[in-house]
């Protein structure tokens, strides 16, 4: 198979995974199928990236900015969902006392979720979203005059390329900060979409006992920890724009019970951070294990 038709399969698998949640997503605050729309949106968006090389460029570039703007409004959705979520378990484990007095917080949360759903649906029912969908069916149907390398000549470099994307911040992982560590987790995302996104080229030599779900599994292990250290961050960010900025509020105040509640959440959630943090580098070593290097290694060796 050439390495364009590989990608535009790869683009219309997600792109309609992607539109199958359209309705689910706009009808109301749907938190499962805004989180699956917003996967779908960024393997979309990785696909796009990678493949830019052998798809048409100027169709590509043309169909980003769209798209861009869909993620951001997903992320804006679904980062209150996070955030409600993370807020209700603490809740449920605190006294009574704190539990009440963060309720403003939640009502705070809630309202702002229910404007992100109305920007949701405003976008995915207008103009803008409706001709991005028509650039992407045009960009997945044209064909380029000349022939397109085999994925067999083109795979095995660009997973090696991003592994050292990867691999390159294994002098920092240690004592990094939690924007490096986010950093590497999109990184380490990119690696992963691409080794699924491959999956069954990777996986022709039937009789070998390398798969690449055991590469998969690892990465996906660091990208959890990492995503719930992230999650950690934002929700203390969240709550640091809740504290100063009291004339957002009814009340326009934050009474002392209310203030010590929510300090004790960011003390909580620092201490989230801090144990993934301390955690990363043991499951980031396995990314850059010889077993790893000799797993990838032995895959794209079939290519």
């Known amino acids: 198979?050439?390495?364009?038709?590989?990608?535009?399969?790869?683009?219309?698998?997600?792109?309609?995974?992607?539109?199958?949640?359209e309705?689910?997503?706009?009808?109301?605050?749907?938190?499962?199928?805004?989180?699956?729309?917003?996967?779908?949106?960024?393997?979309?968006?990785?696909?796009?990236?990678?493949?830019?090389?052998?798809l048409a460029r100027k169709r590509v570039v043309k169909t980003l900015p769209a798209l861009e703007t869909?993620?951001?409004?997903?992320?804006?959705?679904?980062?209150?969902?996070?955030?409600?979520?993370?807020?209700?378990a603490y809740r449920a484990q605190a006294s009574l006392q704190d539990r009440d007095a963060l309720g403003?917080?939640?009502?705070?949360?809630?309202?702002?979720?229910?404007a992100r759903q109305i920007a949701l649906e405003q976008f995915?029912?207008?103009?803008?979203?409706?001709?991005?969908?028509?650039r992407m069916a045009a960009l997945l149907d044209e064909r380029e005059p000349m022939a397109?390398?085999?994925v067999a000549d083109r795979l095995g470099a660009l997973m090696w390329k991003q592994y050292g994307i990867v691999r390159a911040y294994e002098t920092?992982?240690?004592?990094?900060?939690?924007?490096?560590?986010?950093?590497?987790?999109?990184?380490?995302?990119?690696?992963?979409?691409?080794?699924e996104f491959f999956s069954a080229p990777l996986t022709a030599?039937?009789?070998?006992?390398?798969?690449?779900?055991?590469?998969?599994?690892?990465?996906?292990?660091?990208?959890?920890?990492?995503?719930?250290?992230?999650?950690?961050?934002?929700?203390?960010?969240?709550?640091?724009?809740?504290?100063?900025?009291?004339d957002e509020r009814a009340e326009n105040q934050i009474g002392d019970a209310e203030f010590h509640a929510l300090t004790r959440y960011q003390v909580f959630l620092r201490a989230q951070v801090a144990l993934r943090r301390a955690q990363a580098p043991q499951f980031y070593a396995a990314l850059v294990s010889p077993w790893f290097r000799k797993t990838l290694g032995a895959l794209t060796a079939r290519l």
């Open 148 to 150: 397109s390398p085999r």
């Open 104 to 114: 403003g917080l939640n009502e705070r949360w809630t309202r702002a979720r229910a």
């Open 1 to 21: 198979m050439s390495m364009r038709d590989a990608w535009c399969l790869v683009l219309a698998q997600s792109l309609k995974k992607m539109r199958a949640l």
């Open 172 to 195: 920092q992982v240690d004592d990094a900060p939690s924007q490096i560590l986010h950093a590497l987790r999109i990184e380490v995302k990119r690696l992963r979409y691409l080794l």
């Open 124 to 134: 995915l029912s207008g103009e803008v979203y409706r001709e991005w969908t028509i």
């Open 205 to 246: 030599a039937r009789r070998s006992k390398t798969q690449p779900q055991k590469l998969i599994d690892v990465l996906i292990a660091l990208q959890d920890l990492l995503g719930e250290m992230q999650d950690a961050v934002v929700s203390d960010e969240f709550v640091a724009q809740y504290l100063t900025r009291p």
């Open 23 to 54: 309705d689910a997503a706009r009808a109301s605050e749907n938190v499962q199928a805004t989180h699956d729309m917003r996967v779908a949106c960024r393997r979309l968006k990785s696909g796009l990236r990678f493949g830019r090389g052998t």
């Open 70 to 88: 869909l993620r951001d409004v997903l992320g804006a959705a679904r980062n209150l969902d996070v955030l409600l979520a993370a807020l209700q």
